[in-house]
Each structure stands twice: as structure tokens, then as C-alpha cells.
């Protein structure tokens, strides 16, 4: 994709189909007039009277404890400088989606009109009674440390100038770990900083505050070492002015222990690295190119411990892993501060979780075998969904401890659990999907690839480095498509199974269809005859390895593209049957839903193997499935041949599977409710945990149930996802838009990836005992 072309693609994603990224949803019913008289006039006045009486209650009856500022001038935006307070707002919406998907926190984003300092503090100040916290951004230094300690001495609500305080955060918990891995101690080693803007000086006090000595740290800029001799230091600078004989970043590089890159890319050779003492630890935390190259760095030093911000490395510093859950840690304490003792439990919280056993979820979501603290892994990851519950708890303590904290916290389980609840509240499902395809890429057919949305889609699969696209279709049409779309044709395989050109090819695999299928029913005329239909050739490039997986179905009925699939590519191991489960982004979070597409009305063990094979799905995922079996009964409350049917499946389960978190047969809402469920069946498996899997007794319930959540909550839907099947092949549903195809583009290349894996291991997909 050009330059322009994706400039254009990001301004539709900001303009399309609502301009902005961020809304606000009424969280009160207003279906009737009751219900707005009682939000407005006259209901509304009785909570304004108890807010007169008593401030404290705008907690109680509006949104302040739950609402944060982002709050900036525009004049450091990203890597773009002082663009303006209006040309900053979509930063401020997207850093506001980060508030919302990482810890559930609403945001408003203020963009400020003014470069004075005092302004600006007054503009901030008259805004404040409506918020719960203030996130400072993109304000230039050394402004935005007046700012910050000003509108901190000044409000009773926590301000955190995230650009100053995150990076050192997240980087102080990773030299934390680093440190103790290199068996140093922070208050001997030698620590070298390029860069003295906001973020170095947080960084450097922080690290101080952990016990870093002034004497062996060096602060260089763009002018050197930063020494005590030189004129019109600044007070941060002068701060962190030394008077040893250092004049360069060469010569402040020798012999050091660490080095905390917060400046621009390359400065660093591989001389300078090599000059350091034993086990460096460099932290090249540029964006987007690093101070020295990753690749560079670990070729030169193999004892390295080293981070980056990228997300392509080991141990990516991304603030992210902060601010979301230290805001929401001192919202729920209604803390009057984020201070130091605040910040330093976060930095121990996010240490100590890197040390900890990382679940195998985490492990499947980021393609690793197995996650160990160590040199590559010093700081959790950034979709581990342990850190909401981890980091709040630590910074709420924090601010209790310390006094800041107006409404302390004493039953913590009970915290926590309202904490993971939260969770439901992203969509971080699909991040996932598209991170872990990219980190091995596998060949996937496009089988109508003469459609614009499935070339719009192979185009984005392409350039994202989620797959290897193959286009099948006809050659001309598709080549016209791609001049249309900008489509860059140099490295893409397009094949017309009808075309002359192919004969040799089509020869090869209708001669091996025939000799597998001769005995029933197939001629060799007819395998030749059949070879010429795109999704005959696709199957049997899937089945001949030259290719990995493959997408059809998009112009198609379901039937009519489900039986080449059958004929030519067959069942799995273990499997008797195929399913097809859809994944719904729903906000609880993800809800996996079995059977969608095949199977009209399975018996019980039928039901079973669908069950058993959508657990195994649901974990490719990196999800822990928790399923319940539905039916329109509840634990034999009818002897109904369609009930009993499911207690039966789940009686197997139970019986064979016993570590399988699954239960039934059970009503919708006692599936989803956990308290009504609760009370009603205390004994069910279920209890304590939150389902996430669905699976129903036949076709019409599961159908109709995702289409439905689909429709009218405008879920995003990804799926039907092929259960059961020995090769990496996926059905799309008829007409899937472009994003739809891209999901099961990247989920075609983590069932190639599995299924690899499971080959090599010769596991089979079901298990024999049901």
C-alpha cells in the first residue's frame, strides 16, 4: 500500500461511520417519560440537593468517580511537535479508547487553547469539579513540569502527566528485573540516559527513588553530556549535571551498566555497546526506531538485556501497562493524588507479575511456548489479563497507606472480582488474533479472489504480514482490481484454475483426487472436469502443501462450498464430524458459540464431540473456555427428548473430562447469570466461574442466536470457524464484509499453526473416549 493510500485508509477509519473514536452512552433507562422525568427535571433536582449538602455525593449519584481528563495544549504531540490543540484531538480520543478497553474508564478529552502556563492551570482548575482524575498529555517541557506540580498542590483529584510518569513506570519495573538478573544492585551500577525531556527526568527520579545514585547517572542531550559547567541549564537539567570528565555520549557509554534511551534513532553503535560493562542493560525506547536496532544490539552483545518500545521485540516498555490501571486504582480509593508511594506499588506490582507463572492464555495469545521470567521476558505483557487485577489493588493500597485515599477499601477479594468483571468491557480479542498470525504468517487461498472486498481484504492481509495471499480467480479481473485499490501485484500469486496456463497443475491434482476416490464413484474425467471449479484446485493446493489454508464462500451458499471440503480434504484425527463455532464480541467480552452452520439436530454424543472440539477451539484462542450447554430446560426439569439429550452430552463429559469446565443442560439466563444461577443450583460446575462458551442443542438455536446478537447489539462476529476438519479450511458466511474476512484470515493462519503442531505431536483433535 502507498503512502497515500494509507493515509487515506487512516482518515476513513477516524471519519467512518461516525467521525471521532470515542461516544457517550446513557447508562440509565429512558425508554419512558417516568424515566426522564426522573434523569431530568423534576427527579433530577433531589441528587443536585444531597451534592449541595454534602460534594462528596457527586461521587455517589453522578459519574466523577469514574470519569478522567485528557487534557492537553497540543504542543508535543507524538513524534508530530506542536501542532495545536485542535490537530492533538485524536490523539486525545485514542489515549480516551485506551482508558475505556485497558480498565473501563470513561473519558472526556479537552483540548486547551493556550501556551501560557497559568492559563492553561485555570482553565484546568475551573474544569475539575467534573472529574474523578486529570491525564495531562502532549505538553511540551519544560511547561509541562509546572503544570503537572502545580495542578497537583492545587486539586484535590489525582493529575498524572502520563508522558512524564508511564515510560518511567514501566521501565523502572523492567530494570528492576533486569538488574536482578544481571545480579547488580541498583545503587552501584552506572546508568547512562540519552535524552532529557519529560520523560527522562521522570524516568531518572524514579529510578532514583528505587535507590539509583546521583553520582553514577549521566543525562546526555543533543549537545553532549550534560555537565555542571555548561550555561542556561534548566532546573531539570541542572538537576542531573555532572562534573566527570564526560563530554560525549561515546565516552559516557564506557563501562556503563545500563543505558535508558528516551531520544531518537541510531545514536547508538554497536562500538558503544560493546564498551559497556558485562550484562548491559539498554532500554532503546525511541519510536519508532530505537536508539540501536534490536537485532543489531543482541548480534553484537549476546549478554544483553535489553527493551525496546516495539511490540516485535521481547520486553516492548508500552505505557499502557500503566496508566490505565494506576488511574483506576486511585478512582476506586477516590484518591486526592497519584503520589510516589502510588507510583512505586505500581512499578513492584508490574515487577513482581513478570516473575510469576504466565498463564498458558497468555502463552497461546502471544505464539510462545512457554513465557519465563528472563532476559526476553521482564515485564508482562500488554494484553496479560492479570494486570487489572494486580496493578489497581497495589496503587489502591498504595494510596490508603500513605492517607490520599478517601474511601478505603476493605473486602479486596471482593475488589479484585469487580475488577476482572471489567474485563468484558474490550475487545482485545482480535488484537490478539492479528499479533499472533503475524508472528508466523502462513499461505493462505483467497478462492474468490476476483471479488473487490475479498481483494480489498487479501491486500490488508498482505501488507499487515498476517499471511501470504494466493488469488484464485479470473487473472485479468483481478489485476484490474488491484490497479483499482492501489493493489501492489510484485510477489502475489494469481492462479485461474480455468486457464490454459494451469493444465500441468490441474493434471497433477485431479490425477491424485482420482487415485484417492476411484472406488467411489469418480472418474478420471470427472476429477479433471472438477479441477477447473476454484474450490476443487483450492482444497487440493491445501492438500498438496502449496498452500497452507483457504477462505471461500463469499459468493457462494454454505452447502454448496462445504462439500468440495469434505470430498477432497476430510475429518481430523479423532473426528467424526465437523462443527463450526462463531465468536461474538459482546460486552462481557468474547462469547464462543457452537454450532452455527453443519449440524441440524446432533444426538448427545454428537453433542459431545461439538463440545469437546469447541473447547479445543475456544483455547487457540488463548481463552480458558467455561461452557455451558443450553437447552430450554434446566437440570432435568423436563424428561423431554430435546432436553435430555444435553444432560446426556454433559453426563459424558463429566464422565470422561472432569478437568473440562462444563456444565448444563441450562436455561440462557442462568447460563449467563451467575448470581441467579447461583442461588438457584449451588451446585452447578459452573458456579464462580463466567461462561464464555455456548453450546446449543441444534442448528436453529445457535443460528439464529448469533445472527441475532449480530444484528441487533451490532456484535462484531467472527466466524463460522471450521471445527473438525484435517486441513486449515474456513467457510465464510455469504457477503462478509472486508473485516470479517481479514478475522478469518488470521484465524486460517493460527489454525495452519496449530494444526502443525499438533501434527508434529500426532494429538488427535477429539478424544476417542467419547
Given at each position: 500500500?502507498?503512502?497515500?493510500?494509507?493515509?487515506?485508509?487512516?482518515?476513513?477509519?477516524?471519519?467512518?461511520?461516525?467521525?471521532?473514536?470515542?461516544?457517550?452512552?446513557?447508562?440509565?433507562?429512558?425508554?419512558?417519560?417516568?424515566?426522564?422525568?426522573?434523569?431530568?427535571?423534576?427527579?433530577?433536582?433531589?441528587?443536585?440537593?444531597?451534592?449541595?449538602?454534602?460534594?462528596?455525593?457527586?461521587?455517589?449519584?453522578?459519574?466523577?468517580?469514574?470519569?478522567?481528563?485528557?487534557?492537553?495544549?497540543?504542543?508535543?504531540?507524538?513524534?508530530?511537535?506542536?501542532?495545536?490543540?485542535?490537530?492533538?484531538?485524536?490523539?486525545?480520543?485514542?489515549?480516551?479508547?485506551?482508558?475505556?478497553?485497558?480498565?473501563?474508564?470513561?473519558?472526556?478529552?479537552?483540548?486547551?487553547?493556550?501556551?501560557?502556563?497559568?492559563?492553561?492551570?485555570?482553565?484546568?482548575?475551573?474544569?475539575?469539579?467534573?472529574?474523578?482524575?486529570?491525564?495531562?498529555?502532549?505538553?511540551?517541557?519544560?511547561?509541562?513540569?509546572?503544570?503537572?506540580?502545580?495542578?497537583?498542590?492545587?486539586?484535590?483529584?489525582?493529575?498524572?502527566?502520563?508522558?512524564?510518569?508511564?515510560?518511567?513506570?514501566?521501565?523502572?519495573?523492567?530494570?528492576?528485573?533486569?538488574?536482578?538478573?544481571?545480579?547488580?544492585?541498583?545503587?552501584?551500577?552506572?546508568?547512562?540516559?540519552?535524552?532529557?525531556?519529560?520523560?527522562?527526568?521522570?524516568?531518572?527520579?524514579?529510578?532514583?527513588?528505587?535507590?539509583?545514585?546521583?553520582?553514577?547517572?549521566?543525562?546526555?542531550?543533543?549537545?553532549?553530556?550534560?555537565?555542571?559547567?555548561?550555561?542556561?541549564?534548566?532546573?531539570?537539567?541542572?538537576?542531573?549535571?555532572?562534573?566527570?570528565?564526560?563530554?560525549?555520549?561515546?565516552?559516557?557509554?564506557?563501562?556503563?551498566?545500563?543505558?535508558?534511551?528516551?531520544?531518537?534513532?541510531?545514536?547508538?553503535?554497536?562500538?558503544?555497546?560493546?564498551?559497556?560493562?558485562?550484562?548491559?542493560?539498554?532500554?532503546?525506547?525511541?519510536?519508532?526506531?530505537?536508539?540501536?536496532?534490536?537485532?543489531?544490539?543482541?548480534?553484537?552483545?549476546?549478554?544483553?538485556?535489553?527493551?525496546?518500545?516495539?511490540?516485535?521485540?521481547?520486553?516492548?516498555?508500552?505505557?499502557?501497562?500503566?496508566?490505565?490501571?494506576?488511574?483506576?486504582?486511585?478512582?476506586?480509593?477516590?484518591?486526592?493524588?497519584?503520589?510516589?508511594?502510588?507510583?512505586?506499588?505500581?512499578?513492584?506490582?508490574?515487577?513482581?507479575?513478570?516473575?510469576?507463572?504466565?498463564?498458558?492464555?497468555?502463552?497461546?495469545?502471544?505464539?510462545?511456548?512457554?513465557?519465563?521470567?528472563?532476559?526476553?521476558?521482564?515485564?508482562?505483557?500488554?494484553?496479560?489479563?492479570?494486570?487489572?487485577?494486580?496493578?489497581?489493588?497495589?496503587?489502591?493500597?498504595?494510596?490508603?497507606?500513605?492517607?490520599?485515599?478517601?474511601?478505603?477499601?476493605?473486602?479486596?477479594?471482593?475488589?479484585?472480582?469487580?475488577?476482572?468483571?471489567?474485563?468484558?468491557?474490550?475487545?482485545?480479542?482480535?488484537?490478539?488474533?492479528?499479533?499472533?498470525?503475524?508472528?508466523?504468517?502462513?499461505?493462505?487461498?483467497?478462492?474468490?479472489?476476483?471479488?473487490?472486498?475479498?481483494?480489498?481484504?487479501?491486500?490488508?492481509?498482505?501488507?499487515?504480514?498476517?499471511?501470504?495471499?494466493?488469488?484464485?480467480?479470473?487473472?485479468?479481473?483481478?489485476?484490474?482490481?488491484?490497479?483499482?485499490?492501489?493493489?501492489?501485484?510484485?510477489?502475489?500469486?494469481?492462479?485461474?484454475?480455468?486457464?490454459?496456463?494451469?493444465?500441468?497443475?490441474?493434471?497433477?491434482?485431479?490425477?491424485?483426487?482420482?487415485?484417492?476416490?476411484?472406488?467411489?464413484?469418480?472418474?478420471?474425467?470427472?476429477?479433471?472436469?472438477?479441477?477447473?471449479?476454484?474450490?476443487?484446485?483450492?482444497?487440493?493446493?491445501?492438500?498438496?502443501?502449496?498452500?497452507?489454508?483457504?477462505?471461500?464462500?463469499?459468493?457462494?451458499?454454505?452447502?454448496?462450498?462445504?462439500?468440495?471440503?469434505?470430498?477432497?480434504?476430510?475429518?481430523?484425527?479423532?473426528?467424526?464430524?465437523?462443527?463450526?463455532?462463531?465468536?461474538?464480541?459482546?460486552?462481557?467480552?468474547?462469547?464462543?458459540?457452537?454450532?452455527?452452520?453443519?449440524?441440524?439436530?446432533?444426538?448427545?454424543?454428537?453433542?459431545?464431540?461439538?463440545?469437546?472440539?469447541?473447547?479445543?477451539?475456544?483455547?487457540?484462542?488463548?481463552?480458558?473456555?467455561?461452557?455451558?450447554?443450553?437447552?430450554?430446560?434446566?437440570?432435568?426439569?423436563?424428561?423431554?427428548?430435546?432436553?435430555?439429550?444435553?444432560?446426556?452430552?454433559?453426563?459424558?463429559?463429566?464422565?470422561?473430562?472432569?478437568?473440562?469446565?462444563?456444565?448444563?443442560?441450562?436455561?440462557?439466563?442462568?447460563?449467563?447469570?451467575?448470581?441467579?444461577?447461583?442461588?438457584?443450583?449451588?451446585?452447578?460446575?459452573?458456579?464462580?466461574?463466567?461462561?464464555?462458551?455456548?453450546?446449543f442443542p441444534n442448528l436453529d438455536s445457535a443460528n439464529s442466536t448469533y445472527k441475532m446478537l449480530k444484528e441487533l447489539n451490532n456484535s462484531e462476529s467472527i466466524g463460522p470457524i471450521m471445527m473438525g476438519m484435517s486441513k486449515p479450511v474456513h467457510i465464510l458466511q455469504l457477503g462478509a464484509s472486508v473485516e470479517e474476512i481479514i478475522n478469518m484470515a488470521a484465524v486460517a493462519v493460527i489454525d495452519a499453526q496449530e494444526k502443525e503442531k499438533r501434527n508434529s505431536e500426532e494429538e488427535p483433535l477429539v478424544s476417542q473416549k467419547v
Amino acid at each position: 500500500m502507498s503512502i497515500e493510500s494509507k493515509r487515506r485508509e487512516a482518515l476513513v477509519y477516524h471519519a467512518k461511520p461516525t467521525p471521532g473514536k470515542i461516544k457517550v452512552v446513557p447508562t440509565k433507562k429512558y425508554a419512558t417519560q417516568r424515566d426522564l422525568s426522573l434523569a431530568y427535571s423534576p427527579g433530577v433536582a433531589a441528587p443536585c440537593l444531597e451534592i449541595e449538602k454534602d460534594i462528596s455525593n457527586a461521587y455517589k449519584y453522578t459519574a466523577k468517580g469514574n470519569l478522567v481528563a485528557v487534557i492537553s495544549n497540543g504542543t508535543a504531540v507524538l513524534g508530530l511537535g506542536d501542532i495545536g490543540p485542535e490537530a492533538s484531538k485524536p490523539v486525545m480520543e485514542g489515549k480516551g479508547l485506551l482508558f475505556k478497553i485497558f480498565a473501563d474508564i470513561d473519558v472526556f478529552d479537552i483540548e486547551v487553547d493556550t501556551k501560557d502556563v497559568d492559563a492553561f492551570i485555570e482553565t484546568v482548575k475551573n474544569i475539575a469539579p467534573t472529574f474523578g482524575g486529570i491525564n495531562l498529555e502532549d505538553i511540551k517541557a519544560p511547561e509541562a513540569f509546572e503544570i503537572e506540580r502545580r495542578l497537583k498542590e492545587e486539586l484535590d483529584i489525582p493529575v498524572m502527566h502520563d508522558d512524564q510518569h508511564g515510560t518511567a513506570i514501566i521501565s523502572a519495573a523492567a530494570l528492576l528485573n533486569a538488574l536482578e538478573i544481571a545480579g547488580k544492585d541498583i545503587d552501584k551500577v552506572r546508568i547512562v540516559v540519552s535524552g532529557a525531556g519529560a520523560a527522562a527526568v521522570s524516568c531518572t527520579r524514579l529510578y532514583k527513588a528505587f535507590g539509583a545514585k546521583s553520582e553514577h547517572i549521566v543525562m546526555t542531550d543533543s549537545k553532549g553530556v550534560i555537565r555542571k559547567d555548561r550555561d542556561s541549564l534548566t532546573k531539570e537539567k541542572a538537576e542531573f549535571a555532572t562534573d566527570l570528565d564526560l563530554h560525549t555520549l561515546e565516552d559516557a557509554m564506557k563501562n556503563a551498566d545500563v543505558f535508558i534511551g528516551l531520544s531518537m534513532a541510531n545514536l547508538v553503535d554497536t562500538d558503544m555497546l560493546v564498551s559497556m560493562a558485562n550484562d548491559p542493560i539498554v532500554f532503546a525506547m525511541a519510536n519508532p526506531d530505537p536508539e540501536i536496532k534490536y537485532d543489531l544490539a543482541i548480534k553484537a552483545r549476546k549478554d544483553v538485556i535489553m527493551a525496546t518500545g516495539r511490540s516485535d521485540h521481547p520486553n516492548q516498555v508500552n505505557n499502557v501497562l500503566g496508566f490505565p490501571f494506576i488511574f483506576r486504582g486511585a478512582l476506586d480509593v477516590r484518591a486526592t493524588a497519584i503520589n510516589e508511594e502510588m507510583k512505586m506499588a505500581a512499578v513492584k506490582a508490574l515487577a513482581e507479575l513478570a516473575k510469576e507463572p504466565v498463564p498458558e492464555q497468555v502463552n497461546i495469545a502471544y505464539g510462545e511456548t512457554r513465557l519465563n521470567f528472563g532476559r526476553e521476558y521482564i515485564i508482562p505483557k500488554p494484553f496479560d489479563p492479570r494486570l487489572i487485577s494486580k496493578v489497581p489493588p497495589a496503587v489502591a493500597k498504595a494510596a490508603i497507606e500513605s492517607g490520599v485515599a478517601t474511601e478505603p477499601i476493605t473486602d479486596w477479594q471482593k475488589y479484585e472480582d469487580e475488577l476482572l468483571g471489567r474485563m468484558g468491557n474490550d475487545n482485545k480479542l482480535v488484537r490478539l488474533l492479528m499479533d499472533r498470525a503475524k508472528r508466523n504468517p502462513k499461505k493462505v487461498v483467497f478462492a474468490e479472489g476476483d471479488h473487490l472486498d475479498v481483494l480489498k481484504a487479501a491486500q490488508t492481509v498482505k501488507e499487515e504480514g498476517i499471511a501470504i495471499p494466493i488469488l484464485l480467480g479470473r487473472k485479468d479481473v483481478i489485476l484490474e482490481l488491484m490497479k483499482e485499490i492501489e493493489f501492489d501485484p510484485e510477489g502475489i500469486t494469481i492462479i485461474d484454475p480455468k486457464a490454459d496456463e494451469e493444465i500441468d497443475r490441474k493434471n497433477v491434482y485431479a490425477e491424485r483426487y482420482w487415485k484417492e476416490n476411484k472406488r467411489k464413484g469418480i472418474t478420471q474425467y470427472g476429477a479433471r472436469r472438477v479441477m477447473r471449479e476454484r474450490n476443487y484446485f483450492a482444497a487440493m493446493m491445501v492438500n498438496e502443501g502449496d498452500a497452507d489454508a483457504l477462505l471461500s464462500g463469499y459468493s457462494r451458499s454454505y452447502p454448496t462450498v462445504v462439500k468440495p471440503m469434505l470430498d477432497l480434504v476430510g475429518l481430523a484425527k479423532g473426528a467424526t464430524r465437523i462443527a463450526t463455532m462463531n465468536v461474538m464480541m459482546t460486552d462481557r467480552g468474547p462469547m464462543f458459540i457452537s454450532d452455527t452452520s453443519i449440524n441440524i439436530d446432533p444426538t448427545s454424543k454428537e453433542l459431545a464431540k461439538i463440545a469437546q472440539m469447541t473447547a479445543r477451539t475456544v483455547e487457540m484462542f488463548g481463552v480458558k473456555p467455561v461452557i455451558a450447554m443450553i437447552s430450554y430446560a434446566n437440570y432435568g426439569s423436563s424428561k423431554h427428548a430435546n432436553a435430555s439429550k444435553v444432560k446426556e452430552a454433559v453426563s459424558y463429559l463429566h464422565r470422561y473430562f472432569p478437568d473440562l469446565i462444563i456444565d448444563g443442560e441450562l436455561q440462557m439466563d442462568f447460563a449467563l447469570n451467575n448470581e441467579m444461577r447461583n442461588d438457584k443450583f449451588p451446585f452447578s460446575k459452573l458456579n464462580g466461574q463466567k461462561v464464555n462458551t455456548l453450546v446449543f442443542p441444534n442448528l436453529d438455536s445457535a443460528n439464529s442466536t448469533y445472527k441475532m446478537l449480530k444484528e441487533l447489539n451490532n456484535s462484531e462476529s467472527i466466524g463460522p470457524i471450521m471445527m473438525g476438519m484435517s486441513k486449515p479450511v474456513h467457510i465464510l458466511q455469504l457477503g462478509a464484509s472486508v473485516e470479517e474476512i481479514i478475522n478469518m484470515a488470521a484465524v486460517a493462519v493460527i489454525d495452519a499453526q496449530e494444526k502443525e503442531k499438533r501434527n508434529s505431536e500426532e494429538e488427535p483433535l477429539v478424544s476417542q473416549k467419547v
